[in-house]
């Protein structure tokens, strides 16, 4: 299992903690993942999860042109889309920690690093 698998579910708190540094277009958001060992399964895999943000309006979406004359579009993040993201970091740590106390808590002779 890679940690894609692991964190599916999560990704979009991963591309709204991404788009609350700078707006982003699709494929710098996956080469951003990329650096953090989340690899999507394609160049298209990151649209159906920008476009879930922007149907649950956490994003704001805008076409540029780019200097070489091509249409490219930026994915802005906006304060509903700030305000579903602390609540997913608050889910997330609260998952993390429950997790970490089962494990404590139930493995002998196992030591967590």
């Known amino acids: ?3 894609t698998s692991l964190i599916k579910g999560h990704l979009e708190m991963c591309v709204l903690a991404i788009l609350s540094k700078e707006k982003s277009y699709g494929y710098e958001i996956m080469k951003e993942l990329e650096k953090y060992n989340l690899k999507l399964k394609g160049v298209g895999s990151i649209y159906p999860i920008l476009n879930k943000l922007k149907d649950q309006e956490c994003v704001d979406m805008n076409r540029e042109m780019t200097e070489n004359g091509k249409v490219r579009v930026y994915y802005e993040i906006n304060e509903t889309g700030k305000i579903y993201l602390q609540n997913q970091i608050n889910e997330w ?6 997790i970490k106390s089962l494990l404590q808590n139930s493995l002998k002779g196992v030591p967590l690093t």
């Not at 740590?93 to 429950?98: A, I, N």
């Open 1 to 3: 299992m890679d940690r």
């Open 93 to 98: 740590l609260g998952l993390q920690q429950d």
